[in-house]
């Protein structure tokens, strides 16, 4: 649904606390007058004098590299009009925000007060030392054309006009993938183009190169059609007049194939369209309004294809697909100008990316479930995270190719993971693993595969070959909900329990022989292998899996039991228990034990410790652990500080290899400062704690709920730590995303249990330990 802006609102938004939306912040430590020497006179005086020696080392000592100018003189503004350099700067100031959250560049808006075109050119071109990029916007045509192609002669930086080129990069990849979808050929299509301005124009040439005809395209504006006997078109707009006896819209539409509007709204009508072509493409992109409403255009025929500028319709064409990672590509090879090529490799990436499975977050963030590839979903939505691993990397390239680079990407993987960096998507933890995983897969059965988010996730692990998905559930709703949502699972094996006669009697007789002196008679044994926990617990035990993942619909406890039950822990393991991953933008913490254990002893404390920090090993982070209470250091006496004391003394003596220091509080762990001027004995003082041991599961488990909401960090987990096969219970109502997350997880493990099992072949009969969480 569209969004209502209130004016009361919108002004109190700019207003509140500091005005405008925008700030410095200085990227060194200022703390001290050595810092202050060193940021200014006398120390600053070295990268001067480095730079004055090589030009190319500005951008090793300055931001220049990661800097945009957003410039404008305000003769255009959004649908305002010419309302001058002041009043455009909330715009510029906003350009600035969308370049630093999707792009991680850093912008100086500038406005200018000044509207001949060859003195705004000399002010422009002057600021070069400044930038590593130009941003133009919204200056008003025919000048801007003259503007952007001068200054693009005489910098040598990366430059665009985002009005012109930001919508037709956009509208080219939805373009591109609405004819696919109908069928036609690009260079036979007929394209009525409604308006002449910055955009119509660029828009026009960028579908040209893609390989719409020019005898094919007809040009209409506020005065009627572009027509070669019309004596007010200037040079620019007389490129696109026709011979062609065509003398108004209507005429212009009968029998067309693409209508792009970038005019003025309501400017054709339910008739207009039902004069088309069959299978009409409509780029209706007027905003806010459109040349014809969404919903009166759908109902003029049940052919069409729409696309708008607005976010509460399918397709929106949104210029923040592109400039952010456009910019990103070429800043990062220090182009010297965003050239065709790059341009068309934004296109290309944008339109290839609307194929691939739609993340959850994506889903969640736009209510739809079933984003897929179709009529209603041309081109990604703007807050899908893979647009800047996808668009930067392929501008970059066509950047190197085409010789407008100063700087190569030597390693593009590394160059994927400083893109994730650059906007706060901290995932160099999970991509470690997902990496792994890839390397070699493992199978692992999914005890809940009827179940939409599950499919979805079986389908981008199989996509991205983390993992080998074993679908566990009622065959018939598994196969229905791959219909209903598109997936493409068909590779994927399916296992319904009903239609396993002989592995239903093989299972039972295991379970009784491993349960038959713990109350359990071959009859139940069977019985209990039609829970789908005991029978995927079973695959994963019998080796016909390597990993089980269950939870998402159900009780932990429940679900966990069985486990225990069929495969056990660990060899010279006394108990299991769960860790939560935190992810902020910081680093990860390692929150244990926050699902298992309900009210720990001392020595199970110790256990728990020992399991946590071979965990945190897993990941490659080497564990500094605070054993938490409500006292620092004794401060407080009480039955549960004696016991957090008595633990970290044990823990120390039994782990002497471990940074391990308590009983402190949560907020003196994480602070190294305040632990340096109150406790500078402590082990943890230099650089605080990454892992927390709580002291009961209460604590712990509110603890990470309560950061993953208010504190909007990402929560993965629970990790489930000690069992002797990989066995994960998901939170409740995961997100796709976290499912990932845990079998990748799940994946690795199962391959370090295997090179560990290779060196003991023997099999285990003895019966495994009884669960020892209190449930």
């Given at each position: 649904?569209?969004?209502?802006?209130?004016?009361?609102?919108?002004?109190?938004?700019?207003?509140?606390?500091?005005?405008?939306?925008?700030?410095?912040?200085?990227?060194?430590?200022?703390?001290?007058?050595?810092?202050?020497?060193?940021?200014?006179?006398?120390?600053?005086?070295?990268?001067?004098?480095?730079?004055?020696?090589?030009?190319?080392?500005?951008?090793?000592?300055?931001?220049?590299?990661?800097?945009?100018?957003?410039?404008?003189?305000?003769?255009?503004?959004?649908?305002?009009?010419?309302?001058?350099?002041?009043?455009?700067?909330?715009?510029?100031?906003?350009?600035?925000?969308?370049?630093?959250?999707?792009?991680?560049?850093?912008?100086?808006?500038?406005?200018?007060?000044?509207?001949?075109?060859?003195?705004?050119?000399?002010?422009?071109?002057?600021?070069?030392?400044?930038?590593?990029?130009?941003?133009?916007?919204?200056?008003?045509?025919?000048?801007?054309?003259?503007?952007?192609?001068?200054?693009?002669?005489?910098?040598?930086?990366?430059?665009?006009?985002?009005?012109?080129?930001?919508?037709?990069?956009?509208?080219?990849?939805?373009?591109?993938?609405?004819?696919?979808?109908?069928?036609?050929?690009?260079?036979?299509?007929?394209?009525?183009?409604?308006?002449?301005?910055?955009?119509?124009?660029?828009?026009?040439?960028?579908?040209?190169?893609?390989?719409?005809?020019?005898?094919?395209?007809?040009?209409?504006?506020?005065?009627?059609?572009?027509?070669?006997?019309?004596?007010?078109?200037?040079?620019?707009?007389?490129?696109?007049?026709?011979?062609?006896?065509?003398?108004?819209?209507?005429?212009?539409?009968?029998?067309?194939?693409?209508?792009?509007?970038?005019?003025?709204?309501?400017?054709?009508?339910?008739?207009?369209?039902?004069?088309?072509?069959?299978?009409?493409?409509?780029?209706?992109?007027?905003?806010?309004?459109?040349?014809?409403?969404?919903?009166?255009?759908?109902?003029?025929?049940?052919?069409?294809?729409?696309?708008?500028?607005?976010?509460?319709?399918?397709?929106?064409?949104?210029?923040?697909?592109?400039?952010?990672?456009?910019?990103?590509?070429?800043?990062?090879?220090?182009?010297?100008?965003?050239?065709?090529?790059?341009?068309?490799?934004?296109?290309?990436?944008?339109?290839?990316?609307?194929?691939?499975?739609?993340?959850?977050?994506?889903?969640?963030?736009?209510?739809?479930?079933?984003?897929?590839?179709?009529?209603?979903?041309?081109?990604?939505?703007?807050?899908?995270?893979?647009?800047?691993?996808?668009?930067?990397?392929?501008?970059?390239?066509?950047?190197?190719?085409?010789?407008?680079?100063?700087?190569?990407?030597?390693?593009?993987?590394?160059?994927?993971?400083?893109?994730?960096?650059?906007?706060?998507?901290?995932?160099?933890?999970?991509?470690?693993?997902?990496?792994?995983?890839?390397?070699?897969?493992?199978?692992?059965?999914?005890?809940?595969?009827?179940?939409?988010?599950?499919?979805?996730?079986?389908?981008?692990?199989?996509?991205?070959?983390?993992?080998?998905?074993?679908?566990?559930?009622?065959?018939?709703?598994?196969?229905?909900?791959?219909?209903?949502?598109?997936?493409?699972?068909?590779?994927?094996?399916?296992?319904?329990?009903?239609?396993?006669?002989?592995?239903?009697?093989?299972?039972?007789?295991?379970?009784?022989?491993?349960?038959?002196?713990?109350?359990?008679?071959?009859?139940?044994?069977?019985?209990?292998?039609?829970?789908?926990?005991?029978?995927?617990?079973?695959?994963?035990e019998t080796g016909e899996a390597d990993a089980l993942i269950s939870g998402l619909t159900k009780d932990y406890a429940k679900t966990i039991k069985p486990a225990l039950q069929v495969i056990g822990v660990a060899d010279n393991v006394n108990r299991v228990a769960g860790m939560y991953v935190i992810i902020n933008n910081k680093q990860p913490y390692f929150f244990s034990d926050t699902t298992v254990n309900d009210n720990p002893t001392a020595d199970e404390l110790v256990d728990i410790i020992g399991l946590t920090a071979d965990k945190v090993q897993f990941f490659d982070v080497e564990p500094r652990i605070a054993i938490l209470s409500y006292s620092n250091f004794g401060s407080n006496k009480g039955e549960l500080p004696d016991k957090m004391i008595a633990a970290t003394q044990k823990a120390k003596n039994k782990y002497p290899h471990l940074v391990i220091d308590g009983e402190m509080q949560a907020n003196i762990a994480l602070n190294p400062k305040m632990l340096q001027e109150n406790y500078p004995f402590s082990e943890l003082a230099e650089t605080g704690a990454n892992t927390l041991i709580f002291p009961d599961?209460?604590?712990?488990?509110?603890?990470?709920?309560?950061?993953?909401?208010?504190?909007?960090?990402?929560?993965?987990?629970?990790?489930?730590?000690?069992?002797?096969?990989?066995?994960?219970?998901?939170?409740?109502?995961?997100?796709?995303?976290?499912?990932?997350?845990?079998?990748?997880?799940?994946?690795?493990?199962?391959?370090?249990?295997?090179?560990?099992?290779?060196?003991?072949?023997?099999?285990?009969?003895?019966?495994?330990?009884?669960?020892?969480?209190?449930?």
């Open positions: 649904m569209a969004i209502k802006i209130r004016k009361e609102d919108a002004l109190q938004y700019h207003a509140q606390g500091k005005p405008g939306k925008i700030e410095v912040v200085p990227t060194k430590m200022l703390s001290s007058q050595l810092d202050l020497a060193l940021a200014y006179s006398p120390g600053v005086a070295e990268p001067c004098k480095a730079i004055a020696s090589n030009y190319e080392d500005v951008y090793k000592y300055t931001a220049k590299g990661n800097l945009v100018g957003v410039i404008s003189n305000g003769t255009a503004v959004l649908g305002l009009g010419n309302i001058g350099p002041d009043a455009s700067k909330p715009v510029m100031e906003g350009k600035g925000v969308l370049f630093k959250k999707f792009a991680g560049i850093d912008v100086f808006d500038i406005e200018i007060n000044c509207t001949d075109p060859h003195e705004f050119i000399k002010i422009v071109k002057s600021l070069e030392p400044t930038f590593g990029g130009i941003n133009l916007e919204d200056i008003k045509a025919p000048e801007c054309f003259l503007i952007e192609q001068e200054l693009k002669k005489q910098m040598n930086i990366p430059l665009m006009h985002d009005d012109q080129h930001g919508t037709a990069i956009i509208s080219s990849a939805a373009l591109l993938n609405a004819i696919e979808l109908v069928g036609k050929n690009i260079a036979d299509i007929t394209l009525v183009m409604n308006g002449a301005g910055a955009a119509a124009i660029a828009c026009t040439k960028l579908y040209m190169a893609l390989g719409v005809k020019k005898e094919n395209i007809i040009m209409n504006d506020i005065h009627g059609i572009l027509r070669s006997d019309r004596a007010d078109l200037d040079d620019i707009r007389r490129e696109f007049a026709t011979d062609k006896p065509v003398y108004n819209l209507e005429e212009a539409l009968t029998g067309a194939d693409v209508f792009v509007g970038l005019s003025a709204a309501n400017v054709i009508t339910q008739e207009h369209l039902k004069k088309m072509a069959p299978n009409p493409i409509v780029f209706a992109l007027a905003n806010p309004d459109p040349e014809i409403a969404y919903e009166v255009a759908m109902a003029s025929r049940n052919d069409i294809i729409m696309a708008t500028g607005r976010s509460d319709h399918p397709n929106q064409v949104n210029n923040v697909l592109g400039f952010p990672y456009i910019f990103r590509g070429a800043l990062d090879v220090r182009a010297t100008e965003i050239n065709e090529a790059m341009k068309l490799a934004a296109v290309h990436a944008i339109a290839n990316l609307a194929k691939d499975p739609v993340p959850e977050m994506v889903n969640k963030a736009y209510e739809n479930n079933a984003l897929v590839f179709g009529r209603e979903y041309l081109i990604p939505k703007p807050l899908d995270p893979r647009l800047i691993t996808t668009i930067s990397p392929a501008v970059a390239k066509a950047a190197m190719d085409s010789g407008v680079a100063r700087r190569a990407i030597p390693d593009w993987e590394q160059y994927h993971l400083e893109l994730e960096r650059r906007v706060g998507i901290d995932q160099k933890l999970m991509t470690r693993i997902i990496g792994r995983a890839r390397q070699n897969p493992q199978r692992v059965v999914f005890a809940e595969a009827d179940n939409y988010k599950i499919l979805k996730a079986a389908q981008i692990l199989q996509d991205e070959n983390i993992a080998i998905p074993i679908l566990l559930g009622n065959r018939a709703i598994i196969k229905q909900i791959i219909r209903d949502n598109y997936l493409e699972l068909h590779e994927c094996e399916i296992i319904d329990i009903y239609e396993e006669t002989e592995r239903l009697e093989r299972y039972g007789n295991l379970l009784y022989d491993k349960r038959k002196r713990k109350g359990i008679t071959a009859f139940e044994g069977k019985k209990m292998m039609l829970d789908r926990n005991y029978f995927g617990a079973m695959m994963v599961l209460a604590s712990g488990n509110i603890a990470y709920k309560l950061v993953q909401e208010i504190g909007g960090a990402e929560a993965i987990g629970p990790i489930l730590m000690g069992m002797r096969k990989p066995v994960h219970v998901l939170q409740l109502g995961s997100s796709i995303r976290e499912i990932i997350n845990m079998v990748a997880i799940a994946v690795v493990e199962a391959q370090t249990s295997k090179t560990i099992t290779q060196e003991n072949t023997s099999v285990r009969t003895v019966n495994h330990m009884e669960p020892t969480a209190s449930f």
